[in-house]
C-alpha cells in the first residue's frame, strides 16, 4: 500500500512554469509505476504523464508533450512533474497516481489504485 500526497500547485500566468510534487510513503515505491492525472471543471479525468517503475520510461499525453516533464526519485519515493509553458487550457486539478507492478495500461485512470488528494493548478491569459 501507498499513500501519495501532492504540493506545488498554484496560479500562474500564461506561458509560466510551476513544478508539482508527490511524495509517496512506504518502502516498496520502486514497485509502482506513477503517472500525474487532471480534472478540469466539468471535464473526465484525463491522463497527462507516467513513469515506469525505474524511471527509464516516461510517457506523455500529445497535448502536453514538450512542455511537461516527468521524473522520479525511488530513493527519495519522489515523482515530480515539471510544467513548462503552461496554457489556461492547463488549468485543472492534478492528481499524482500509484499502479502496482506495470498496468496494462498507463494512460487509463482505472488502473491506478492509489490517488493522491490532488492540487489546483490555475493559468491565467
Known amino acids: 500500500q501507498v499513500q501519495l500526497e501532492e504540493s506545488g500547485g498554484g496560479l500562474v500566468q500564461a506561458g509560466g512554469s510551476l513544478r508539482l510534487s508527490c511524495a509517496a510513503s512506504?518502502?516498496?515505491?520502486?514497485?509502482?509505476?506513477m503517472a500525474w492525472f487532471r480534472q478540469a471543471p466539468g471535464k473526465e479525468r484525463e491522463f497527462v504523464a507516467a513513469s515506469s517503475r525505474s524511471g527509464d520510461k516516461t510517457y506523455y499525453a500529445d497535448s502536453v508533450k514538450g512542455r511537461f516533464t516527468i521524473s522520479r526519485d525511488n530513493a527519495k519515493n519522489a515523482v515530480p512533474l515539471l510544467m513548462n509553458s503552461l496554457e489556461p487550457e492547463d488549468t485543472a486539478v492534478y492528481y499524482c497516481?500509484?499502479?502496482?507492478?506495470?498496468?496494462?495500461?498507463?494512460?487509463?485512470?482505472?488502473?491506478?489504485?492509489?490517488w493522491g488528494q490532488g492540487t489546483q493548478v490555475t493559468v491565467s491569459s
Open positions: 497516481a500509484a499502479a502496482f507492478l506495470t498496468p496494462r495500461s498507463v494512460t487509463k485512470s482505472e488502473e491506478y489504485r492509489y
Open positions: 512506504g518502502r516498496t515505491f520502486s514497485t509502482y509505476t
